[in-house]
């Protein structure tokens, strides 16, 4: 992470490492990437009344032994400022096994560095407390609501069942 | 002992609560999944706090609470723990903190109505009746403990990764912050105006609330003052050790005012950080 000003990005998980979280007993993820007709698109809209922005979807199947264990899905919504990145995992049956926020954006106003933050923990001893750098990453204000990956799932609940049939 | 240069903690964060739960882990647990299992744990517990005490869902334990038309109901051992320290700080404060304004609430359409016998807007603590297992209303009120669920949510997800056998951590449940162990968390307080304290945790809590007409739209960001039965607007941060006192003191703090204020959270285990009535803005650092 480099200095940025005003964004912050706090990287939970890459994809891989998300894939094996939402589905530890998967053995196989085959890229399925989507890219939706129009009509699909319309369908997801009238399904979860939420807009389908974008024509294209990143999907995986997840399989254990060739057997379809669900849908793990990368998608994007806008935060209060900026998009997060997360992970959906969805049963064959069209059911919310799992979310994992994989990368988390915000604009805070300030400037927030990682790498200091990250070097603090080189050479600590553990009886000390370890000091979590000068540049602040937890941010305590207005909360911020989550609705927008609630509606994000909401649609690719509806995109199941459009385009990812068994 | 040094910890290895990689020892970068282990964080993730999932959608909970209404808002974005991050867990942080200090020290890496033997193997991934055994990490996977600590988090796993960690985010059941919040999950459990919310599904017993959410007022929006029509079939959580506070739900058929108040729905109980006076009747005792059992409950859950965290769902009786939160309503004893809900009765508590309501006694403790006067009702500066009240549970028991869920009435006036859903008549201000922020709560939803779920029915039930004809509804007092506010009670006052004695309304509660509390057993070893079971809870009962002496009055038709109608108690919403979303002024500190959030935070015993985080506490209780503490004491789950302690369990574990995590020593050092912290907890961001959308701003509600516990540190533990062997860390010292630097945590922003935002106030409104660009105005910010920043507060370092240690074995601490802090929570914010913002509340009125600049709070963010997606929350039911109301604190009413029962007295003038106006909401109030501002923001306020406060520091307890636990986060279910630092939820709960924020909104003493909304309503104290600046005379009462410091002195109120000082007897009741808490410190002000940020207190910004919106009226005459102001903010101090500690």
Redesign the interface.
């Known amino acids: 992470m480099s200095a940025t000003t005003g964004v912050y990005a706090?990287e939970?998980?890459a994809v891989p490492a998300a894939q094996?979280?939402l589905f530890?007993g998967a053995d196989h993820f085959v890229a399925m990437p989507l890219m939706l007709t129009d009509a699909q698109r319309d369908e997801i809209k009238r399904l979860s009344g939420v807009r389908q922005r974008s024509a294209s979807q990143a999907v995986w199947r997840a399989e254990q032994q060739g057997v379809l264990l669900g849908w793990f899905i990368v998608d994007e919504v806008v935060g209060?400022h900026e998009f997060i990145t997360?992970a959906a995992a969805l049963s064959p049956q069209g059911a919310v096994m799992g979310?994992?926020?994989l990368v988390?954006r915000e604009t805070?106003?300030?400037q927030i560095r990682g790498e200091t933050w990250?070097k603090q923990?080189?050479?600590?001893?553990?009886?000390?407390?370890?000091?979590?750098?000068?540049?602040?990453?937890?941010?305590?204000?207005?909360?911020?609501?989550?609705?927008n990956?609630?509606t994000g799932v909401k649609r690719l609940l509806a995109l199941q069942q459009v385009a990812l049939r068994p | 002992m040094m910890p290895k240069s990689d020892a970068v903690p282990l964080r993730r964060m999932r959608p909970l609560l209404g808002t974005f739960v991050e867990i942080g882990l200090v020290e890496r647990p033997a193997g991934t999944h055994c990490a996977e299992r600590t988090f796993a744990a960690a985010y059941a517990a919040i999950a459990k706090v919310h599904d017993a005490l959410s007022f929006h869902d029509p079939h959580s334990e506070l739900t058929r609470l108040n729905a109980s038309k006076g009747q005792p109901i059992r409950m859950s051992v965290h769902a009786l723990r939160v309503l004893r320290l809900a009765r508590a700080m309501t006694a403790a404060t006067g009702g500066l903190f009240n549970c028991t304004v869920g009435g006036a609430m859903i008549a201000r359409g922020r709560l939803p109505d779920h029915g039930g016998d004809s509804v007092l807007p506010v009670g006052d603590a004695d309304d509660i009746e509390i057993s070893a297992t079971h809870a009962c209303l002496r009055r038709p009120v109608r108690i919403t403990v979303d002024g500190i669920a959030k935070g015993y949510a985080v506490d209780v997800a503490v004491s789950t990764l302690r369990a574990q056998g995590v020593e050092s951590g912290w907890i961001n449940a959308g701003g509600d912050v516990r540190a533990f162990g062997e860390l010292v968390l630097p945590v922003l307080c935002v106030g409104q105006n660009g105005n910010a304290v920043r507060v370092e945790l240690y074995d601490c809590s802090v929570a914010s609330s913002e509340a009125g007409a600049r709070a963010d739209a997606g929350h039911d960001g109301e604190i009413i003052d029962m007295h003038s039965q106006q909401p109030v607007s501002g923001r306020w941060s406060v520091l307890s050790h636990h986060a279910w006192r630092a939820d709960a003191l924020t909104k003493v703090a909304a309503l104290a005012g600046p005379a009462m204020r410091e002195r109120l959270l000082s007897n009741l285990g808490g410190r002000c950080v940020v207190a910004e009535d919106v009226d005459s803005v102001r903010a101090s650092a500690a």
């Open positions: 706090a939970y998980l094996k979280v530890p209060k997360y979310i994992e926020v988390y805070y106003g300030s990250r923990f080189v050479g600590k001893r553990l009886q000390e407390p370890l000091i979590l750098g000068k540049d602040v990453e937890n941010i305590s204000g207005a909360t911020l609501s989550c609705k990956v609630t």
